[in-house]
């Protein structure tokens, strides 16, 4: 896994894990199972016994543990020791390749077309189930082994409301639902006003383009509003995060290859690159400095340009933070400072916010069992605010959540942020007159 | 394979996918937060109900295989190491929390919980569980009892066996037990006191029933920064002997502080010796108050700079650093050993100045944080396991910095426990007697050794060859700047509280009056032995709970003659088992109190006294409803009495606080609108402050009392036994939460077993202890501590004692 000349180094890395323990109420795969060796404490010392030749690389229950890490960086962020940042990524790419020894036709998920395939696929399935079924399908189908992995597959396809009109119509009647008084917006001057001219290069990302599209089409047409000029160069793939969990490191040169020619004309003239999957925000963070210090995940920029005037939106709000951008990017504050922009939004966090939700690109599917029960225990604590919706702002924490809230609570929607920031400008004093009338795209 | 028909068994118990066998696993669970090596496990077992956690142990018991239970593998003494083939079973998932009682301010929980999901789970009714180890993150309940763990805000309201109630156990064969009632006062044998921080190797922890407290309305945390460590530590004393008592006083060293600092980028000054984190709390202007004069003191100590955190986020942060600080030493070398002693407040400086010779002596270096106000302290002497020499320094450098501690009067373990670690070195702090009881009750609870064998106590060789032997003191002694007073048994406490009041102290126990009004009660004439003895309690002692915390250090003799010391005269000590806890209010059944050196505190500023003459025989629901959201509305503990009498006064409340229009005025106001909107006569009101409350009629005014049931269902005690007579007097204390019926000893004070019954004037004894209390290890007790029956023995356990002979 390593070469001899990486074991000193790696070595003195593992000596900054002084075994606090700390991490351990952070891990996810520790606290659905309650078992150690699942834990981030128990990863680094295996980890240090296979570099001093204690534990043999290759037998089964040393590499378990790593290849059920979920790689989201929720112990690192928790670490005091420090150091430990470094090693995970050791350890996720150890448990990369072990992965990328089978054949797993998972991986080909990073082409647009097959994520197009499937959403049909998905959302298709879904309502067909759901008629059928009834609206408990997921649990129903629960218990199955044999369809529990297709129907893994299908019900944690992301989906967002198709239309601009559908997804008021969902947020007006969670509106009517809540019993949170409604406030009405703040008067415009006491937000700042979008700022002109920004050029911003749009990173399409296979996941969002093709999953979301209609999500990525409002954040565009915010993005535009709120004064940016937008840039979209063809020729883009994937950003590669796929290709990276499941260890295929060639695709992941050949994507990064393809998106920087891409962008290569529009780079000089961008200041962003936006970016609105956290996950591939992440990825791309990973690429040369020309394009990765010019990336900026959506809910930042949006932040930044400080949207003024939103509409009210009286609900009661539980914001889940993708590990990729909490912990990946650092990026806590922005969203709430965002929503915290909306009259009448209450936001409310959860219990273990810090931990993932299990659903870690393809995890879900390959580790069906204990993805789902960590993404049941994320629903349960997001319930447990009480919030009438919940937001996040990447693809695959949204189809994991919605398929967990849909087992636990089915009234309670999640929603990505930017929809719901949409909505809140467009229903506000700012959006332009000629195109408040909401129109279906 | 040795041990495969167990490994069948623990399948069948608790389920195949809950039971590990793979090498990986059995390396994992090798291990814990501790720098030690001990054995391999056979297997782990994860059961995730208690009645499994029951069967798991029962089968090892059946097996005879050793085990050892671990929480959250936190513990730094070694505590959840398995031996050679141990049984792991870990508590991981047995997470369950009951609903919050906000009534009683209690809540049961099971051994996996984590501390700090604890206080998450009670915020919601304005409480919190008040002991937070640094760990509280990871560490969980069952560990925290099993260790009695510590932490910065235990310096006000106490370590975690001050915050149990009551436990279900599961002793070394698996028999699932109690530990009483969970009354108000757990009197008779302490085995709740017992089992806190007996690290896991006389049961097992299934359930805990929690005390909680409520949130402060105000906090104000200041950061002090000294260019001297040593002012540092005076600061301490001068704080704490000055009349204020903070929630928290820590101090971190410069070593610590780099690591910190390069950690998380606080803002910590670097080029001082120390900063003292101090927070006070209580009602806004209360700390405000208490933060002003704290503040004047630690610059008249030789504070560089004293600032308040800014906001509660502030706050929040510097809390993070200093709890995570053990975890940035890892930033500075790869191994440390965690060091945990105590000494005497007054002994502070002095190790410190040990401390830094020992540093220069031995070549190695030290990080050290101080929970200062307990005079606890944790040097980390760092080192790297590569290095034989520097290992080898580094321990003896950790070796002398214990026995100068020792010297000092202190104790090697204040909160992390004997473990493996330690069980070199407690032979030469604890006497010949008490080593040989310790290894006693160990053998009585666990015949076979199988329930975490080797730890927390000697070797038996060692303690074979323990040299000390207890030396009772004769006379009474005050130590001002360790907060402790050393008396014989035969002093009288309230000759002992005239004396701490001429300093603004008291001692926390009860019975400081005698109420010649009502006939003889708990008064005046009680000796400092009648007091532990019989671990009286009762109203005057206004917010404080057992009798057993103020004791911190007490001589016994023991039926057959031998003469023990137990605990040191530190805030803190865990060196071995808990013998004070288990002796203090047995009714002198296991041994006789001979001297005892206990704790002093700020005296309370002023008590007022309100006392209504009309109230009708009984409160209505709403009445009652309003009464006592007026007394939860203020922070101080209100004691209320209510008579049904035929004349005379039949409703008293009485509490302690601070002679201000904000505090005991409010208080006084609140009750002066209850009663006129309930159409009452105004209470008659008498405050007494200064000397008036030294005097040992410090609540002359109120009855007698004793103690009896645990529930505070004001004024309608709800598990009443059907042959108990309906009590004429109540009395109900609202911090903490706990209702009397004090239906008065007539003569001897001799309450014990929680719940006393009260007939014909006197109290009686519950014919046997409370159901679950397992009586063959209390017969069992009194055969190790009286093997020829000299001391005293209730009826039951009389009968207990003859049925096992016969
Ligand atoms: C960074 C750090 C900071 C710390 N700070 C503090 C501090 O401020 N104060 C303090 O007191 N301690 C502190 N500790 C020590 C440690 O966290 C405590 O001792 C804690 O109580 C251990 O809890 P645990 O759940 O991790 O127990 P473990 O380490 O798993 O076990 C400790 C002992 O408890 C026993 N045990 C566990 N569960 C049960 C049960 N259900 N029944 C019976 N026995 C049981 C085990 O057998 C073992 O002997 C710190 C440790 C670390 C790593
Ligand atoms: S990356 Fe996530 S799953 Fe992996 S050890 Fe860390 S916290 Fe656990
Ligand atoms: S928090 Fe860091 S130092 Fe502590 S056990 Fe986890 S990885 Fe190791």
Not at chain 1, 151 to 160: D, I, S
Not at chain 1, 313 to 335: N, Y
Not at chain 2, 344 to 359: F, H, Q, R, S, Y
Not at chain 2, 770 to 792: H, M, N, S, T, Y
Request: aromatic letters at 4%; a neutral charge.
């Amino acid at each position: 896994m390593t070469g001899p000349r990486d074991n000193v180094e790696l070595d003195g890395l593992l000596r900054a894990c002084v075994g606090c323990g700390l991490c351990l109420p952070h891990c996810a795969t520790y606290l659905v199972t309650g078992n150690e060796t699942l834990s981030p404490r128990g990863r680094l010392l295996l980890f240090g016994e296979v570099l001093h030749g204690r534990l043999p690389a290759a037998a089964p229950d040393v590499t378990r543990p790593f290849d059920l890490c979920l790689g989201c960086f929720a112990c690192t962020a928790a670490c005091p020791s420090g150091a430990d940042a470094v090693l995970i990524r050791q350890l996720k790419d150890l448990g990369a390749a072990t992965r990328a020894r089978r054949c797993d036709p998972l991986a080909l998920l990073d082409r647009g077309a097959a994520l197009r395939a499937l959403r049909r696929v998905g959302h298709v399935a879904a309502s067909v189930l759901g008629q059928t079924l009834g609206m408990h399908w997921r649990r129903r189908l629960d218990g199955q082994p044999l369809v529990a992995r297709v129907a893994r597959l299908l019900g944690t396809v992301p989906a967002a409301p198709p239309t601009d009109r559908a997804l008021e119509r969902l947020i007006e009647q969670l509106i009517a639902k809540s019993g949170l008084p409604a406030a009405s917006p703040l008067p415009a001057a006491s937000g700042a006003s979008a700022r002109a001219g920004a050029r911003v290069g749009w990173f399409r990302g296979c996941a969002d383009a093709a999953l979301l599209p209609s999500t990525a089409g409002r954040l565009r047409r915010l993005l535009v509003e709120l004064g940016c000029e937008i840039v979209d160069p063809n020729g883009q793939d994937c950003c590669g995060a796929i290709a990276t969990h499941a260890g295929r490191a060639g695709r992941v040169r050949s994507l990064r290859r393809r998106n920087l020619a891409a962008f290569a004309p529009e780079l000089a003239s961008c200041d962003h690159v936006v970016v609105a999957a956290a996950g591939c925000g992440l990825e791309l963070r990973d690429y040369p400095a020309e394009l990765s210090t010019r990336v900026v995940d959506a809910v930042v920029l949006l932040e930044r340009l400080a949207p003024a005037g939103l509409g009210a939106v009286p609900l009661k709000v539980a914001v889940h933070d993708p590990c990729h951008a909490r912990h990946g990017q650092g990026i806590v504050a922005e969203p709430r400072r965002l929503l915290g922009r909306i009259p009448g939004l209450q936001l409310v966090e959860p219990a273990e916010a810090e931990v993932c939700c299990g659903s870690a690109g393809v995890y879900g599917v390959r580790h069906a069992a204990l993805s789902r029960e960590i993404g049941l225990r994320k629903a349960r604590v997001l319930v447990a605010t009480g919030c009438d919706l919940v937001v996040t702002t990447n693809p695959g924490c949204l189809g994991q959540i919605a398929d967990s809230l849909a087992i636990i609570a089915p009234t309670v929607p999640v929603l990505p942020l930017t929809d719901l920031l949409w909505y809140a400008w467009r229903t506000g004093s700012r959006a332009p007159r000629s195109r408040n009338t909401l129109t279906d795209t | 394979m040795a041990g495969a028909d167990l490994v069948k068994d623990l399948k069948r118990e608790v389920g195949t996918s809950a039971v590990l066998v793979d090498p990986a696993s059995l390396t994992v669970y090798a291990r814990d937060a501790s720098h030690q090596a001990y054995g391999r496990p056979l297997c782990v077992v994860l059961p995730e109900t208690p009645e499994a956690l029951r069967r798991v142990v029962a089968a090892c018991a059946r097996h005879r295989r050793p085990f050892v239970v671990r929480g959250g593998g936190t513990g730094l003494s070694g505590g959840a190491l398995p031996a050679d083939g141990a049984v792991v079973i870990a508590t991981s998932r047995l997470q369950r929390l009951d609903p919050v009682d906000p009534d009683r301010r209690r809540v049961r929980v099971e051994p996996g919980v984590l501390n700090e999901a604890v206080s998450r789970h009670a915020a919601s009714c304005g409480l919190y569980f008040a002991p937070d180890p640094s760990s509280q993150a990871a560490a969980t309940i069952g560990g925290n009892v099993a260790e009695n763990a510590g932490g910065p805000h235990c310096l006000k309201v106490g370590v975690t066996a001050q915050h149990v109630r009551r436990l279900e156990w599961i002793d070394p064969q698996g028999r699932l037990w109690s530990t009483g009632r969970g009354g108000a006062l757990d009197r008779g044998i302490g085995l709740r006191g017992l089992l806190c921080g007996s690290e896991g190797t006389l049961g097992v922890v299934a359930s805990a029933e929690l005390d909680l407290l409520p949130l402060a309305e105000a906090t104000v945390t200041l950061l002090a920064e000294f260019p001297r460590l040593s002012d540092a530590t005076r600061a301490v004393v001068d704080l704490m002997t000055s009349g204020v008592l903070p929630e928290a006083c820590e101090i971190v060293d410069r070593v610590m502080l780099e690591a910190v600092e390069a950690a998380f980028r606080f803002g910590f000054a670097t080029d001082v010796d120390a900063v003292m984190i101090c927070e006070v709390a209580g009602r806004a202007p209360a700390a405000a108050e208490d933060a002003a004069r704290a503040e004047r003191l630690l610059q008249a100590a030789g504070a560089r700079r004293v600032r308040a955190a800014r906001d509660a986020d502030e706050r929040a942060r510097l809390w993070q650093c200093r709890k995570r600080a053990f975890g940035a030493v890892g930033r500075l070398a790869p191994a440390y050993v965690a060091i945990d002693v105590v000494v005497p407040l007054g002994e502070l400086t002095g190790l410190v100045e040990d401390i830094a010779a020992i540093k220069a002596e031995h070549r190695v270096e030290i990080a050290t944080v101080f929970h200062a106000g307990d005079g606890n302290l944790h040097p980390g002497v760092h080192y790297d396991d590569r290095d034989a020499d520097l290992i080898a320094r580094a321990q003896s450098a950790a070796d002398a910095i214990v026995l100068g501690a020792l010297a000092r009067g202190g104790s090697c373990t204040g909160e992390h426990g004997v473990g493996l670690e330690k069980r070199h070195l407690v032979h030469r702090q604890l006497d010949r007697t008490s080593l040989r009881l310790m290894q006693g009750i160990k053998d009585l609870f666990d015949p076979d050794d199988l329930c975490n064998p080797g730890k927390a106590l000697p070797r038996r060789e060692l303690a074979a060859a323990a040299a000390i032997t207890a030396q009772v003191p004769g006379e009474v002694s005050f130590r001002w700047d360790s907060l402790t007073v050393t008396a014989p048994a035969r002093t009288p406490l309230a000759e002992l509280q005239a004396e701490a009041a001429t300093r603004g102290l008291w001692i926390p126990l009860g019975a400081a009056s005698r109420s010649r009004a009502v006939g003889p009660g708990l008064g005046g004439a009680l000796t400092v032995g009648d007091v532990i003895e019989a671990g009286t309690s009762g109203p005057s002692l206004l917010g404080h709970l057992w009798p057993a915390d103020a004791v911190l250090e007490l001589w016994a003799g023991t039926g057959d003659g031998e003469i023990l010391r137990a605990g040191a005269p530190v805030l803190k000590n865990v060196a071995g088992y808990d013998l004070v806890r288990l002796i203090v209010g047995s009714g002198g059944i296991l041994a006789r109190p001979l001297a005892a050196t206990l704790q002093l505190k700020p005296a309370p500023e002023c008590v007022e006294l309100w006392t209504w003459s009309d109230v009708p025989g009984a409160f209505t629901a709403e009445e009652r409803r309003d009464f006592v959201r007026v007394l939860r509305s203020h922070p101080q503990p209100a004691v209320v009495v209510r008579e049904r009498a035929a004349s005379g006064p039949s409703l008293w409340v009485a509490a302690a606080g601070r002679d201000r229009e904000w505090d005991l005025g409010r208080l006084g106001a609140d009750l002066a609108a209850w009663s006129e909107d309930h159409g009452l006569a105004q209470p008659v009101a008498v405050r007494r402050t200064g000397a008036a409350l030294a005097s040992p009629a410090l609540l002359a005014d109120l009855p007698a009392w004793a103690v009896a049931s645990a529930d505070w269902t004001l004024l309608t005690p709800r598990d009443r036994q059907p042959d108990w007579p309906r009590p004429r007097r109540l009395i109900w204390q609202s911090r903490p939460v706990m209702l009397w019926t004090p239906e008065i000893v007539a003569e001897e004070p001799v309450g014990w077993f929680a719940d006393g019954i009260f007939r014909d004037g006197r109290l009686q004894l519950p014919p046997q202890p409370a159901a679950g209390v397992p009586l063959p290890l209390l017969a069992g007790l009194k055969r190790l501590f009286d093997p020829q029956g000299r001391l005293p023995c209730p009826d039951w356990l009389k009968r207990h004692l003859e049925a096992a002979a016969a």
